[in-house]
Every structure is written in structure tokens, then in C-alpha cells.
């Protein structure tokens, strides 16, 4: 069965770096996600993403972060200026189509920022 | 805005016994979805089972199956005849409907509940 798959698994990285997040969804998935989840708290949504463009966003997605499609198959999440308060699991999510259909997640990256 | 509310953060099980983890969400919508995702110590979150809101009948999957309730806005999962390998988190979701509100599908997470199987 198909698999959203990202890498790395785990990102270390100093304050202040900039770090990308990298996932390629499932070849036929129109819809892409990006969720995080802080040690301990829930599963948070930060940005969805449809025919290269942003579709929505939470608060939590400010000007640091961006995202993009760069060669039709990776989905990445860049971190301009990483903080100590974004070491979370970063899951990204895709799904065909809006509708009932569930999202299919990656395995996740671990970030932890020194 | 939309909320959901695990309100068990662990709960343990007995091998080939039964288990209910609870869930209730709050919204003003009337059309959306629910879903119960587990997460093994492998990371990925995996999809046990879903729901749409404007089915009355309760879903079910194997030994997974769902007590909706509508109007209490509660949204149980049962596992019957439980596992091994059925440890892990299992988060509660929500989801708007397709274009209700403005909504572009993305999913709302409880704060999960960490089920662990006694041998």
C-alpha cells in the first residue's frame, strides 16, 4: 500500500538555524498537510496546501514558516529561524481529495532545536 | 471554532477483553466527519475507523466500531477483543465538511489516549 513517506526521522539543529522538513506524499494525492505535535500535547494543524498554493493555515504557521511543492513529487516544510519552542514531531498528512477521504500520514520527523 | 476532548489519558486493557475509549467534540456544524487514528510506537498515525456525521448508523471495522452520538456529541470507540499490537495512542478527530464554513479539511486532534494491553 502506498505510504506518505518523510524524512529524516529525527533533525537536530542549534536556534536560530534554518531547517527543512522534507515528505512525498502519495503519488495520486491532490491535498497535503503539515501537523505538528509538541512532546506531550495534542496533534496541532499548521498548513494545508492545494494546486501549489496555501489553502489554509493556523496560528501557528507565522512568517517563519513556509511551504512548498518544488518538483511535483516532495512537499517541504522550511523553519526560517528555528526557536526552541518548535522541537515537536512534525507529521505530514496527504489525502486524494477533501472530501470523506481520511489523510494518510508519514512517520514523522522528530526536530529538536539546542 | 471546534474543539475535541479526550478526557482518558491512559487506559489499560486485558488480552481478548474489551475497551471503550471515550471522545466528545463540540461544533456548531451539522455536516462533518470523525475519525479514530492510532499511533503505535512506530510513529505513524494510522486510521482505525471514521464516521460521517449525516449516518446514523454506527461504523465499524472488524473488531474496531464507533457509538455515535449526535446529539450528546460523543464519539466512542470500542475495541473488542482486544491485542497485543492494538497498544499505542489513539487520537480522536474532526473534521469540517467539504466546503462547509470555509473549512479545506483539516483535521482537529484530541489529546489522545494511550491504551496498553496486559498479556
Known amino acids: ?114 | 471554532a471546534q474543539t475535541v476532548t479526550q478526557s482518558q489519558p491512559e487506559m489499560s486493557v486485558q488480552e481478548a477483553e474489551t475497551v471503550t475509549l471515550s471522545c466528545t467534540y463540540d461544533t456548531s456544524e451539522s455536516d462533518y466527519y470523525l475519525f479514530w487514528y492510532k499511533q503505535p510506537p512506530s510513529r505513524q498515525m494510522i486510521l482505525v475507523i471514521r464516521q460521517e456525521a449525516y449516518k446514523q448508523q454506527n461504523a465499524t471495522e472488524n473488531r474496531f466500531s464507533v457509538n455515535f452520538q449526535k446529539a450528546a456529541k460523543s464519539f466512542s470507540l470500542k475495541i473488542s477483543d482486544s491485542q497485543l499490537g492494538d497498544a499505542a495512542m489513539y487520537f480522536c478527530a474532526y473534521r469540517s465538511a467539504l466546503n462547509y464554513g470555509g473549512s479545506q479539511g483539516n483535521l482537529i486532534f484530541g489529546k489522545g489516549t494511550k491504551l496498553s494491553v496486559k498479556p
Open chain 1, 1 to 114: 500500500e502506498p505510504e506518505v513517506t518523510q524524512t529524516p526521522s529525527h533533525q537536530v539543529t542549534q536556534m536560530g538555524q534554518e531547517v527543512i522538513l522534507r515528505c512525498v506524499p502519495i503519488s495520486n494525492h491532490l491535498y497535503f498537510y503539515w501537523y505538528r505535535q509538541i512532546l506531550g500535547q495534542k496533534v496541532e494543524f499548521l498548513v494545508s496546501f492545494y494546486n501549489n498554493e496555501i489553502s489554509e493555515k493556523s496560528e501557528i504557521f507565522d512568517d517563519q514558516f513556509s511551504v512548498e511543492r518544488p518538483d511535483g513529487s516532495n512537499f517541504t516544510l522550511k523553519i526560517r529561524s528555528t526557536k526552541l519552542e518548535d522541537s515537536a514531531m512534525y507529521f505530514c498528512a496527504s489525502s486524494p481529495y477533501r472530501d470523506n477521504q481520511p489523510q494518510h500520514f508519514g512517520d514523522g520527523t522528530r526536530l529538536s532545536i539546542l
